[in-house]
């Protein structure tokens, strides 16, 4: 079936706009997880949903940063005011249910310039 | 405090030498669920294997193994005669329950590459 798919795969934004990634999960996983990496660096967990609530914000790296999940569906994250420090690679991932592995989407770059 | 580590930034070895790579946790429930990871130079992140806490066998496949040893809590990863193919960053994560709320956190080790020199 088909896996994580995310859109854009790249966005180059200037200083100061806002943006939105998309993320649509594999059919029928109940959870999903939005990470940042940054070049050569871990996964940064930003936020997850159990259906369509995010019980944990608090990765979420500023009151700029939000995310939704509609249903157990698609999940946007808005970055509003983009700074450049935002720059990194934004990864979904979506799971059965929370206990279990982790499917990844291929990322979007973000540039924020 | 729920913790990944994974104190090995890069490995580099020769094709088919062995390697292993070491991943320790620390967590306060009894239930708990281990994970390895694989990023290739392309990017993408591919599940290899889960662990549950009470399931502590060792899991081979193919020319890859785990070694889950709860007494020293690691889940070290070994790849056998290793390959070209096999060079990229590769996180454990655990998994524990939230206490109470039926969700679940994930922690990240912070990931070690993996060069395979031909």
């Known amino acids: ?113 | 405090a729920q913790k990944v580590t994974q104190a090995q930034t890069e490995i580099s070895v020769v094709e088919k030498e062995d390697v292993t790579l070491d991943c320790v946790y620390e967590t306060r429930d009894t239930t708990y669920y281990l994970f390895w990871y694989k990023q290739p130079p392309s990017g993408e992140l591919v599940f290899l294997i889960r662990r549950n806490s009470f399931d502590e066998q060792n899991e081979i496949s193919g020319r890859y193994s785990w070694n889950f040893q709860k007494s020293t809590s690691s889940f070290n990863f070994t790849i056998t005669a290793s390959q070209v193919v096999d060079s990229a960053v590769y996180f454990c994560a655990l998994s524990e329950e939230r206490r109470g709320s039926g969700t679940y956190k994930y922690i990240f080790g912070t990931g070690t590459r993996l060069k395979v020199l031909a």
């Open chain 1, 1 to 113: 079936g088909a896996g994580v798919s995310q859109s854009p795969s790249n966005k180059v934004t200037e200083k100061g706009k806002d943006v939105e990634l998309r993320c649509d999960p594999i059919s029928g996983h109940t959870a999903l997880y939005w990470y940042r990496q940054r070049l050569g660096q871990g996964l940064e967990f930003l936020i997850y949903f159990q259906g369509n609530s995010a019980p944990d914000k608090s990765g979420l790296p500023s009151d700029r940063f939000s995310a939704e999940r509609t249903g157990e569906s698609v999940s946007t994250l808005t970055i509003q005011r983009t700074q450049q420090e935002d720059s990194a690679v934004y990864l979904c991932a979506s799971s059965l249910v929370m206990r279990h592995e982790q499917y990844f989407g291929p990322g979007t770059r973000l540039t924020v310039t």
